[in-house]
């Protein structure tokens, strides 16, 4: 149980254009879902916390019209990356929690996305 | 302040013994979790042991045990018996807070582990 799926796995794209990343809970259901970035060598870096039906909070630092978060059901967030640069090349993560275990909330992680622009 | 301090960036370990990959973190809040988790070259994060600040006894998941010290602030993670599929990212992390208020994690910097044959 407590599968996170993520998609594209990888995507190249051009300079300027958008990106949608899918975040999907497969067999449970996640009221918090949370995304992450990770370049290479590092650790990752929370960039906002999404939660079903309400706008996502961003952390200090992350543009939140360029990185644009929905979560529109209990199973499904997607992160846009809009007008896509160069520097946005990175490997972004997410994870949920499940709904229904209260104890120990664990994070449960996609197997992440390799976002490479041109 | 660092709030979660991974100081092995690199560890090796011969295939079949044990290993201890350090942690230590910081906080005022009296309610945390502690997490670790495993990334393969893969990139995907696995979720391996979790610790609550209030547990009275270590946490154990088959190989891997947490050596929590809750006065030295220090959330060791041990792995028994090490086999070559366990060669990966170990991750570190803490969520402040309750449990089930969807705490936020900080990680670490990452302990990068590579299991000698």
């Known amino acids: 149980g407590a599968v996170v799926s993520q998609h594209p796995s990888w995507v190249i794209c051009k300079s300027g254009t958008s990106v949608k990343i899918e975040c999907r809970s497969l067999?449970?259901?996640?009221?918090?879902m949370f995304w992450y970035r990770q370049f290479p060598k590092q650790s990752l870096m929370l960039m906002a916390t999404?939660?079903?039906?309400?706008?996502?909070?961003?952390e200090q630092g992350v543009e939140k019209d360029k990185f644009l978060i929905n979560h529109a059901s209990l199973t499904l967030s997607t992160l846009t990356v809009t007008s896509a640069h160069p520097e946005d090349s990175s490997f972004y993560i997410c994870s949920a929690r499940d709904l229904y275990r209260g104890i120990s909330d664990t994070q449960y992680f996609g197997p992440g996305t390799r976002l490479t622009v041109l | 302040a660092q709030k979660i301090t991974q100081t092995q960036p690199g560890m090796f370990v011969q295939e079949k013994e044990a290993v201890t990959l350090d942690c230590t973190y910081d906080t005022s809040d009296p309610s945390y979790g502690l997490f670790w988790y495993k990334q393969p070259s893969s990139g995907e994060m696995i979720f391996l042991i979790y610790?609550?600040?209030?547990?009275?006894q270590n946490a154990t998941e088959g190989r891997y045990s947490l050596n929590f010290q809750k006065a030295r602030k220090s959330a060791n993670l041990v792995i028994s018996a090490s086999q070559l599929g366990d060669s990966a990212m170990y991750f570190c992390a803490m969520g402040e807070g309750l449990s089930g208020s969807a705490r936020q994690l900080t990680f670490g910097s990452g302990t990068q582990l590579t299991v000698l044959p």
């Open positions: 999404s939660n079903e039906g309400s706008k996502a909070t961003y």
């Open positions: 610790q609550g600040s209030y547990d009275q």
């Open positions: 067999d449970f259901q996640a009221t918090t």
